[in-house]
């Protein structure tokens, strides 16, 4: 499930930081701006939209980054993978 592709260039990409964050639908790793993070905790909703518009369901934490979402590596210069050292437990 995807918004729209014209509400996320909304977004202003310069100003906000964003954080990796793996879908468990699409198991990509998307870019979500930390304002979305911070919408998402105050309604728990438990999803957040990505730079690319996509809706993300997050994984686990502590699961390992999925693969790179293209468009969101396309929308913000900074997107790449954040939590490459896989931990044994």
Do not use: K
């Not at 499930?1 to 990409?13: H, V, W």
């Not at 879908?23 to 998402?40: K, Y």
């Amino acid at each position: 499930m995807s918004r729209p592709r014209g509400q996320a260039e909304t977004i202003g990409l310069g100003v906000n930081s964003t954080i990796s964050v793996t879908c468990v639908l699409d198991g990509r790793c998307h870019s979500v701006p930390d304002e979305e993070l911070a919408i998402g905790i105050a309604q728990r909703g438990g999803q957040y939209s990505a730079v690319c518009g996509h809706v993300v369901t997050p994984a686990p934490m502590v699961a390992p980054d999925g693969d790179l979402c293209p468009s969101c590596a396309e929308r913000d210069s900074s997107h790449r993978r954040r939590r490459g050292i896989r931990f044994r437990f």
